[in-house]
C-alpha cells in the first residue's frame, strides 16, 4: 500500500479575501490629540 500524501494548505491563499477587500481609512496625515480640559489636569 502506498502513503497517499495529503496536500498542504496554503493559507495565504485560504484567506485572502479578507485581506484583498477594498477600504477607506481615515487620512492619518494630520495629528490630532485630544485637548485635555483644565478638570483632567487636576
Partial sequence: ?????KKRR???AKNSRKFNKSAVFTDKTKYNRKVKTSE???
Fill in 1 to 5: 500500500m502506498k502513503e497517499v500524501k
Fill in 10 to 12: 496554503n493559507p495565504v
Fill in 40 to 42: 483632567e489636569n487636576e
